[in-house]
């Protein structure tokens, strides 16, 4: 939308115009969400700084004299209601949880993927100053903001905003070689993170960034790294979540301010009166609430302008036509409700390894949340995350025969709500393949004749560097190391990651060629260590579960 239009609107709005103020909020909400969710990493607080910074809007809009600067005058409130916030941390809520990462749901909502992801997974490595500095930088390179007005809203010259950008992109760059580093198999660096919880810090950081300089496997970032800005251009706003709301008019405060800032009573009398409007993904309700209602299933919004294979250095969409699901029996062949959980995760034979998979059918996907954030590391025993909506979850895996030979206890799945599916196994070979290099072939991914051997339970399904799966409901995954020294990664997936990663086989060095489990029905594979209950003790589940 134009300038012009924008400056009418403002200008109507400040004369009263209820409808004018349904758009300008409507409009430039998603920019403020944006710069606050990203600053705060998608912390409960971020609704509350949200609220606030549109309440101050609202509340001041008559005292704005030039409509052209709305845009910067908006945003350095946006600047103010977060510093204000972290002034008035206390220490005990330092360590508290965020509601929902925002790299995540940057990931999620705008399906992200390669180096694209990377940076957004960066993000959560920065300090909370980086991060607030970031969350412009990011919507200026975007083409959302200028340069000026990202000055102008830290409260520095356009020269010293420059310096400050460039610092701020050589710890991102530092955070970028961070994911990448975590993404990879270095003995050196599990080593490394083995008492690490799994929350990103300044001291881990640089610990990690220490090793990666280092070390030849996580120094080499194995592809042309493509700068930060090239990658963000044109990248779309994250979208509301569903179910944010956003309230200008109920309650005292807002009527006070609004009169000390001296607005009419026309105006009082809009925010008041009810209303109902349609815009922008929300609906407007009685007495100026916002509510986000756009449908769980509802596509991701797609960045405005895409930037070419060329200009990134990375491959484009794969344009393999999505694979139809095979119809669910009808009532009368099959109840649903009876064939769910039926068929449980069996020992199978190694596919060839030049055998390429079958087509993965597509489930749908609006989301999973989860209480290990987006990466999630279990090296003990006990440790355990919480998976919560309707996507695809991927469960790496890393044997330790040479810390710890012996049985192995397997994690197990408790306290089901829904249904999960075992739907791929990738990650270029199984874990009794023999690793490249291996004198004769000893060595596995489960030990070698030298350091011993990791020995699944007898009838246990073979796992393989990646286990895919998919969650609809709730269901807590626990780490029940006993014998054998394990660990597991778990984080959310999509399903073009899953199916890129099955079909990276031979051809691109890898071992072997993935698995598709998924049948599309509720006849697919459910994990053989699942159940509903919730025991004292995850690891006394039955291996063979019905559920």
């Known amino acids: 939308m134009d300038s012009q239009h924008w400056r009418a609107t403002i200008t109507a709005a400040q004369s009263g115009d209820r409808q004018a103020l349904d758009e300008l909020v409507a409009g430039w909400l998603p920019l403020v969400y944006n710069i606050v969710g990203r600053a705060l990493n998608g912390h409960a607080d971020v609704d509350d700084v949200v609220q606030e910074t549109m309440l101050r809007a ?90 000026r007005e990202l000055a102008a809203a830290v409260g520095i010259t356009r020269q010293h905003a420059a310096v400050r950008v460039q610092r701020m992109k050589e710890r991102l760059e530092t955070s970028r070689g961070i994911v990448r580093a975590l993404d990879g198999a270095c003995p050196g660096l599990r080593e490394l993170t083995g008492r690490w919880n799994g929350r990103p810090d300044s001291v881990w950081r640089k610990r990690l960034a220490r090793h990666i300089r280092g070390c030849g496997y996580c120094g080499d970032p194995r592809e042309t790294v493509v700068p930060a800005e090239r990658l963000l251009v044109g990248i779309a706003l994250v979208p509301l979540p569903v179910g944010f709301t956003l309230s200008l008019a109920f309650g005292g405060k807002t009527a006070v301010a609004a009169t000390s800032a001296g607005w009419s009573a026309k105006v009082l009398g809009a925010l008041t009166k009810p209303a109902v409007a349609m815009t922008a993904g929300a609906t407007i309700v009685a007495g100026g609430a916002y509510v986000v209602t756009q449908p769980p299933d509802a596509p991701p919004p797609r960045a405005a302008v895409t930037p070419t294979a060329t200009a990134t250095s990375e491959p484009p969409p794969s344009a393999t036509p999505t694979p139809t699901p095979t119809p669910t029996p009808s009532p009368s062949a099959t109840k649903k409700a009876d064939l769910y959980g039926t068929v449980v995760d069996a020992v199978d034979r190694a596919p060839d390894p030049d055998a390429r998979p079958a087509a993965l059918p597509r489930r749908p996907e ?182």
């Open 366 to 547: 609006s989301g999973i949340t989860s209480t290990g954030g987006p990466r999630a590391v279990m090296q003990h025993r006990g440790d355990s995350v919480t998976l919560s909506g309707q996507g695809y979850v991927l469960v790496r895996w890393q044997i330790s025969p040479h810390a710890r030979p012996g049985a192995v206890v397997m994690p197990t799945w408790t306290g089901l709500k829904g249904k999960l599916f075992h739907v791929a196994s990738g990650g270029s070979r199984r874990m009794d393949d023999p690793l490249p290099g291996a004198p004769n072939g000893y060595v596995t991914g489960m030990g070698g004749p030298d350091i011993g051997y990791a020995v699944l339970p007898p009838g246990t399904q073979q796992m393989w560097q990646n286990e895919y799966f998919y969650v609809d409901g709730t269901v807590t995954l626990t780490q029940n190391e006993r014998g054998c020294d394990y660990g597991i990664a778990v984080f959310p997936s999509s399903w073009q990651a899953v199916d890129k990663d099955v079909n990276d086989g031979p051809a691109q060095g890898a071992i072997r060629y993935g698995l598709v489990r998924d049948t599309g029905t509720d006849s697919a594979p459910v994990p053989q260590y699942v159940t509903r209950s919730t025991p004292a003790d995850p690891a006394t589940v039955a291996q063979r579960s019905r559920v």
């Open 58 to 147: 609202v509340d001041n809009l008559g005292s704005l004299r030039d409509p052209d600067s709305f845009r910067s005058w908006l945003v350095a409130i946006a600047v103010r209601q977060i510093r204000d916030r972290a002034r008035r941390r206390t220490p005990d809520r330092l360590e508290e949880a965020a509601a929902s990462d925002f790299a995540e749901l940057t990931v999620l909502r705008l399906q992200l993927e390669g180096q694209r992801r990377e940076v957004a997974e960066a993000v959560r490595w920065l300090d909370d100053e980086d991060r607030q500095l970031l969350s412009l930088w990011w919507l200026e390179v975007a083409g959302e903001l200028t340069r």
